[in-house]
Protein backbone atom coordinates (compact mmCIF):
# COMPACT_ATOMS: atom_id res chain seq x y z
CA UNK A 1 0.00 0.00 0.00
CA UNK A 2 1.36 3.33 -0.88
CA UNK A 3 -0.18 6.62 0.32
CA UNK A 4 0.02 9.66 -1.23
CA UNK A 5 1.56 12.54 1.08
CA UNK A 6 -1.32 14.71 1.76
CA UNK A 7 -2.79 10.51 2.71
CA UNK A 8 0.21 10.47 5.14
CA UNK A 9 -0.48 13.79 6.54
CA UNK A 10 -4.13 13.19 7.09
CA UNK A 11 -3.40 10.11 8.77
CA UNK A 12 -1.10 11.38 11.21
CA UNK A 13 -3.35 14.15 11.87
CA UNK A 14 -6.26 11.89 12.56
CA UNK A 15 -4.40 9.34 14.56
CA UNK A 16 -2.53 12.34 16.34
CA UNK A 17 -5.78 13.84 17.64
CA UNK A 18 -7.62 10.68 18.68
CA UNK A 19 -4.75 9.69 20.59
CA UNK A 20 -5.21 13.12 22.75
CA UNK A 21 -9.18 13.32 22.26
CA UNK A 22 -10.32 9.89 22.15
CA UNK A 23 -13.02 11.45 20.33
CA UNK A 24 -13.61 10.64 16.35
CA UNK A 25 -12.02 12.66 14.10
CA UNK A 26 -14.49 14.44 11.32
CA UNK A 27 -13.37 15.85 8.12
CA UNK A 28 -14.51 20.22 9.40
CA UNK A 29 -12.14 20.35 12.16
CA UNK A 30 -8.88 19.59 10.19
CA UNK A 31 -9.75 20.85 6.51
CA UNK A 32 -7.56 24.57 7.59
CA UNK A 33 -4.85 22.06 8.72
CA UNK A 34 -4.37 20.76 4.99
CA UNK A 35 -5.48 23.58 3.46
CA UNK A 36 -8.31 21.33 1.60
CA UNK A 37 -12.14 21.80 1.35
CA UNK A 38 -14.47 19.55 3.22
CA UNK A 39 -15.25 17.89 0.70
CA UNK A 40 -11.39 16.73 -0.15
CA UNK A 41 -10.63 15.66 3.28
CA UNK A 42 -13.89 13.00 2.74
CA UNK A 43 -12.76 11.76 0.12
CA UNK A 44 -9.12 11.16 1.14
CA UNK A 45 -11.30 9.44 4.34
CA UNK A 46 -12.79 7.20 2.80
CA UNK A 47 -9.88 6.17 0.70
CA UNK A 48 -8.00 5.73 3.90
CA UNK A 49 -11.20 3.71 5.20
CA UNK A 50 -11.40 1.35 2.28
CA UNK A 51 -6.93 0.67 3.00
CA UNK A 52 -8.22 -0.32 6.30
CA UNK A 53 -6.01 1.94 8.41
CA UNK A 54 -9.93 4.30 9.37
CA UNK A 55 -12.95 3.33 10.57
CA UNK A 56 -15.53 4.85 11.82
CA UNK A 57 -17.43 4.08 15.52
CA UNK A 58 -20.81 4.90 14.07
CA UNK A 59 -22.22 5.50 10.56
CA UNK A 60 -22.91 9.22 11.38
CA UNK A 61 -19.72 9.84 13.18
CA UNK A 62 -15.76 11.20 12.28
CA UNK A 63 -12.84 8.36 12.19
CA UNK A 64 -11.04 6.74 14.28
CA UNK A 65 -7.42 5.00 13.80
CA UNK A 66 -7.67 1.41 13.18
CA UNK A 67 -5.18 -1.61 14.30
CA UNK A 68 -3.90 -1.57 10.64
CA UNK A 69 -3.97 2.61 11.05
CA UNK A 70 -2.03 2.40 14.07
CA UNK A 71 0.29 0.03 12.89
CA UNK A 72 1.09 2.25 10.02
CA UNK A 73 1.68 5.15 12.25
CA UNK A 74 3.98 3.53 14.63
CA UNK A 75 5.99 1.67 11.23
CA UNK A 76 6.22 4.55 8.84
CA UNK A 77 4.94 8.09 10.44
CA UNK A 78 5.84 8.30 14.16
CA UNK A 79 8.93 9.61 15.22
CA UNK A 80 10.50 9.25 18.58
CA UNK A 81 9.28 12.31 20.85
CA UNK A 82 12.69 14.09 22.77
CA UNK A 83 12.58 13.59 26.55
CA UNK A 84 11.07 16.59 28.51
CA UNK A 85 13.31 17.91 30.62
CA UNK A 86 10.78 16.77 33.58
CA UNK A 87 10.70 13.33 32.50
CA UNK A 88 14.48 13.13 32.13
CA UNK A 89 14.90 14.52 35.53
CA UNK A 90 12.61 12.37 37.24
CA UNK A 91 14.45 9.70 35.91
CA UNK A 92 17.98 10.52 36.14
CA UNK A 93 17.11 10.78 40.22
CA UNK A 94 16.52 6.74 39.93
CA UNK A 95 19.03 5.84 37.38
CA UNK A 96 22.21 7.82 38.79
CA UNK A 97 21.43 6.72 42.18
CA UNK A 98 24.34 4.20 43.41
CA UNK A 99 22.77 3.20 46.19
CA UNK A 100 20.17 1.31 44.80
CA UNK A 101 20.61 -2.08 43.81
CA UNK A 102 19.83 -3.31 39.87
CA UNK A 103 16.00 -4.52 40.68
CA UNK A 104 14.82 -1.40 42.74
CA UNK A 105 16.48 0.87 39.72
CA UNK A 106 14.21 -0.91 37.20
CA UNK A 107 11.09 -1.41 39.40
CA UNK A 108 11.10 2.40 40.59
CA UNK A 109 11.80 4.10 36.97
CA UNK A 110 9.12 1.83 36.24
CA UNK A 111 7.11 2.93 39.00
CA UNK A 112 7.94 6.89 37.35
CA UNK A 113 6.71 6.05 33.85
CA UNK A 114 3.83 4.81 34.82
CA UNK A 115 2.90 7.80 36.72
CA UNK A 116 4.17 9.64 33.84
CA UNK A 117 1.94 8.08 31.46
CA UNK A 118 -1.08 7.11 32.94
CA UNK A 119 -0.50 3.52 31.76
CA UNK A 120 0.38 0.40 33.41
CA UNK A 121 3.99 -0.96 34.35
CA UNK A 122 5.74 -4.45 33.71
CA UNK A 123 8.76 -5.51 34.98
CA UNK A 124 9.60 -9.02 34.36
CA UNK A 125 13.00 -10.30 36.27
CA UNK A 126 14.17 -13.64 34.99
CA UNK A 127 16.82 -15.76 38.22
CA UNK A 128 20.00 -14.92 36.68
CA UNK A 129 22.78 -17.79 36.94
CA UNK A 130 25.53 -15.29 38.41
CA UNK A 131 23.30 -14.66 41.40
CA UNK A 132 25.32 -16.19 44.30
CA UNK A 133 23.49 -16.88 47.17
CA UNK A 134 24.32 -14.11 49.88
CA UNK A 135 22.04 -15.20 53.12
CA UNK A 136 19.22 -17.24 54.06
CA UNK A 137 16.47 -16.05 56.67
CA UNK A 138 13.15 -18.44 58.10
CA UNK A 139 10.55 -16.43 59.41
CA UNK A 140 8.43 -18.78 61.38
CA UNK A 141 4.60 -18.14 60.85
CA UNK A 142 3.04 -20.86 62.86
CA UNK A 143 4.02 -24.26 63.61
CA UNK A 144 3.68 -26.06 60.34
CA UNK A 145 4.51 -22.60 57.92
CA UNK A 146 7.42 -20.56 57.73
CA UNK A 147 8.62 -17.95 55.45
CA UNK A 148 11.93 -18.62 53.69
CA UNK A 149 13.89 -15.40 52.57
CA UNK A 150 16.86 -15.70 49.99
CA UNK A 151 19.32 -12.37 49.58
CA UNK A 152 21.63 -12.78 46.62
CA UNK A 153 25.00 -11.17 45.99
CA UNK A 154 22.96 -8.85 43.74
CA UNK A 155 20.71 -7.13 45.80
CA UNK A 156 18.07 -9.69 44.97
CA UNK A 157 15.23 -10.40 47.83
CA UNK A 158 12.98 -13.77 46.88
CA UNK A 159 10.71 -15.06 49.19
CA UNK A 160 8.74 -18.17 49.51
CA UNK A 161 6.13 -19.81 51.43
CA UNK A 162 7.45 -23.16 52.92
CA UNK A 163 4.84 -25.80 54.32
CA UNK A 164 6.39 -28.25 57.08
CA UNK A 165 4.98 -31.83 56.51
CA UNK A 166 4.54 -31.88 60.05
CA UNK A 167 5.75 -30.42 63.65
CA UNK A 168 9.19 -29.22 63.58
CA UNK A 169 11.15 -27.49 66.62
CA UNK A 170 12.30 -24.11 65.76
CA UNK A 171 15.68 -25.23 67.28
CA UNK A 172 16.02 -28.22 64.71
CA UNK A 173 14.63 -24.90 62.50
CA UNK A 174 17.60 -23.05 63.61
CA UNK A 175 20.08 -25.05 63.18
CA UNK A 176 18.67 -26.01 59.23
CA UNK A 177 18.90 -22.36 58.90
CA UNK A 178 22.61 -22.02 60.25
CA UNK A 179 23.81 -25.08 58.41
CA UNK A 180 22.75 -24.13 54.49
CA UNK A 181 23.84 -20.45 55.02
CA UNK A 182 27.10 -21.90 56.38
CA UNK A 183 27.49 -23.83 53.47
CA UNK A 184 25.86 -23.09 50.34
CA UNK A 185 26.73 -18.93 50.37
CA UNK A 186 28.65 -18.31 47.66
CA UNK A 187 26.74 -21.06 45.51
CA UNK A 188 24.86 -19.85 42.23
CA UNK A 189 21.40 -20.10 42.66
CA UNK A 190 20.72 -22.71 40.06
CA UNK A 191 23.13 -24.62 41.61
CA UNK A 192 21.44 -24.81 45.34
CA UNK A 193 19.44 -28.02 44.59
CA UNK A 194 22.18 -30.15 43.25
CA UNK A 195 24.32 -28.53 46.25
CA UNK A 196 21.37 -29.25 48.74
CA UNK A 197 21.23 -32.77 47.58
CA UNK A 198 24.66 -34.06 47.60
CA UNK A 199 26.87 -31.72 50.24
CA UNK A 200 24.53 -30.40 52.56
CA UNK A 201 21.60 -33.26 52.99
CA UNK A 202 24.17 -35.80 54.53
CA UNK A 203 25.50 -33.19 57.08
CA UNK A 204 22.31 -31.77 57.91
CA UNK A 205 21.12 -35.60 58.59
CA UNK A 206 24.21 -36.24 61.27
CA UNK A 207 22.89 -32.50 63.26
CA UNK A 208 18.70 -32.19 63.08
CA UNK A 209 16.79 -34.55 64.68
CA UNK A 210 14.17 -33.94 61.98
CA UNK A 211 16.17 -33.46 59.29
CA UNK A 212 14.06 -35.04 56.76
CA UNK A 213 11.29 -32.64 56.89
CA UNK A 214 13.40 -29.80 56.80
CA UNK A 215 15.60 -31.29 54.25
CA UNK A 216 12.74 -31.87 51.92
CA UNK A 217 10.80 -28.05 52.14
CA UNK A 218 14.22 -26.50 51.67
CA UNK A 219 14.78 -28.43 48.85
CA UNK A 220 11.63 -28.00 47.23
CA UNK A 221 11.91 -23.86 47.71
CA UNK A 222 15.36 -23.51 46.55
CA UNK A 223 14.11 -25.13 43.43
CA UNK A 224 11.53 -22.82 42.99
CA UNK A 225 13.87 -19.94 43.84
CA UNK A 226 15.92 -21.32 40.63
CA UNK A 227 13.31 -20.56 37.95
CA UNK A 228 11.18 -18.09 39.89
CA UNK A 229 10.73 -14.93 37.68
CA UNK A 230 9.69 -11.93 38.85
CA UNK A 231 6.76 -10.10 38.27
CA UNK A 232 6.11 -6.45 39.03
CA UNK A 233 3.41 -4.38 38.03
CA UNK A 234 2.40 -0.60 38.43
CA UNK A 235 -0.45 1.61 37.53
CA UNK A 236 -2.93 -1.37 37.80
CA UNK A 237 -5.74 1.33 37.72
CA UNK A 238 -4.04 3.53 35.39
CA UNK A 239 -5.53 1.95 32.39
CA UNK A 240 -9.24 1.75 33.57
CA UNK A 241 -9.10 5.61 34.28
CA UNK A 242 -8.99 5.46 30.26
CA UNK A 243 -12.54 6.16 28.12
CA UNK A 244 -12.06 3.42 26.43
CA UNK A 245 -12.09 0.80 29.81
CA UNK A 246 -15.53 2.33 30.93
CA UNK A 247 -17.62 -0.99 30.38
CA UNK A 248 -18.16 -3.06 33.51
CA UNK A 249 -17.50 -6.38 31.82
CA UNK A 250 -14.19 -4.63 30.38
CA UNK A 251 -12.85 -3.27 33.59
CA UNK A 252 -14.01 -6.78 34.87
CA UNK A 253 -11.68 -8.54 31.85
CA UNK A 254 -9.04 -6.82 32.03
CA UNK A 255 -8.34 -7.05 36.09
CA UNK A 256 -8.42 -10.97 35.60
CA UNK A 257 -5.76 -10.84 32.99
CA UNK A 258 -3.53 -8.53 35.27
CA UNK A 259 -4.09 -10.74 38.07
CA UNK A 260 -3.28 -14.06 36.14
CA UNK A 261 0.37 -14.59 36.92
CA UNK A 262 0.86 -16.55 33.63
CA UNK A 263 -0.57 -14.33 31.12
CA UNK A 264 1.46 -11.12 32.83
CA UNK A 265 4.35 -13.55 32.67
CA UNK A 266 3.20 -14.51 28.91
CA UNK A 267 4.49 -10.56 28.15
CA UNK A 268 7.76 -11.30 27.82
CA UNK A 269 10.32 -9.90 25.32
CA UNK A 270 12.84 -12.30 22.89
CA UNK A 271 13.15 -9.43 20.37
CA UNK A 272 15.64 -7.23 20.37
CA UNK A 273 14.86 -3.41 20.90
CA UNK A 274 11.52 -1.27 21.56
CA UNK A 275 8.82 -3.37 20.21
CA UNK A 276 5.15 -2.04 19.44
CA UNK A 277 2.33 -5.23 19.79
CA UNK A 278 -0.86 -3.32 19.05
CA UNK A 279 -4.19 -5.09 19.86
CA UNK A 280 -4.58 -8.71 18.28
CA UNK A 281 -0.67 -8.52 18.54
CA UNK A 282 0.01 -8.80 22.21
CA UNK A 283 -1.83 -11.94 23.05
CA UNK A 284 -2.70 -10.40 25.47
CA UNK A 285 -5.97 -7.95 24.96
CA UNK A 286 -7.02 -7.09 22.15
CA UNK A 287 -7.99 -3.55 23.05
CA UNK A 288 -4.51 -2.45 23.87
CA UNK A 289 -1.19 -1.76 22.78
CA UNK A 290 2.16 -3.14 24.59
CA UNK A 291 5.23 -1.69 24.30
CA UNK A 292 8.12 -3.83 25.75
CA UNK A 293 12.00 -4.38 25.08
CA UNK A 294 13.95 -6.52 26.72
CA UNK A 295 17.26 -5.67 29.18
CA UNK A 296 20.53 -7.47 29.33
CA UNK A 297 22.91 -6.79 32.02
CA UNK A 298 25.82 -8.81 32.80
CA UNK A 299 23.49 -12.03 31.95
CA UNK A 300 20.93 -11.09 33.60
CA UNK A 301 17.71 -10.26 31.56
CA UNK A 302 14.49 -9.15 31.88
CA UNK A 303 11.38 -7.42 30.40
CA UNK A 304 10.04 -3.95 30.83
CA UNK A 305 6.83 -2.99 29.37
CA UNK A 306 3.85 -0.41 29.13
CA UNK A 307 0.34 -1.57 28.91
CA UNK A 308 -2.27 1.02 27.44
CA UNK A 309 -5.13 1.59 25.43
CA UNK A 310 -4.40 1.21 21.36
CA UNK A 311 -4.76 5.36 21.76
CA UNK A 312 -1.50 4.96 23.47
CA UNK A 313 1.13 8.01 22.93
CA UNK A 314 3.42 6.11 21.46
CA UNK A 315 6.50 8.83 20.11
CA UNK A 316 6.91 9.45 24.05
CA UNK A 317 6.41 5.48 25.43
CA UNK A 318 9.14 4.40 22.99
CA UNK A 319 11.45 7.43 24.01
CA UNK A 320 10.71 6.50 28.20
CA UNK A 321 11.35 2.84 27.67
CA UNK A 322 14.36 3.53 25.30
CA UNK A 323 15.54 6.06 27.91
CA UNK A 324 15.43 3.31 30.81
CA UNK A 325 17.04 0.68 28.94
CA UNK A 326 19.81 2.31 27.64
CA UNK A 327 20.75 3.81 31.30
CA UNK A 328 20.78 0.69 32.89
CA UNK A 329 22.30 -0.70 30.61
CA UNK A 330 25.22 1.64 30.22
CA UNK A 331 25.13 2.14 34.30
CA UNK A 332 25.89 -1.54 34.97
CA UNK A 333 28.90 -1.67 32.55
Do not use: W
Amino acid sequence: MILTQRQVDLLKLIVEDYIQTAKPVSSKSICDTLNCSSATIRAEMSQLEEYGLLEKEHISSGRIPSEQGYRYYVDHIMQPKELSGDDMLKLQTIVNNKSLVLSDVISQSMEIVAELTNYTAVVLGNASKDNLVSKVEVIPIDEEKLVAIVVTDKGHVEHKNIYLEGHVSSKDIGKTVELINKLIVGTPIDDVSSFLEFQVKPIIASYVEQHEILYNAFYHAFSDFATNESVKMTGRRNILMQPEFHDADKIRDIINKFEDKEMVKAIKEEGNGINVYIGSENHFDDDVTIVKTKYNINGEEGTIALIGPKRMEYDRVITLLDYIKENIERNDQ
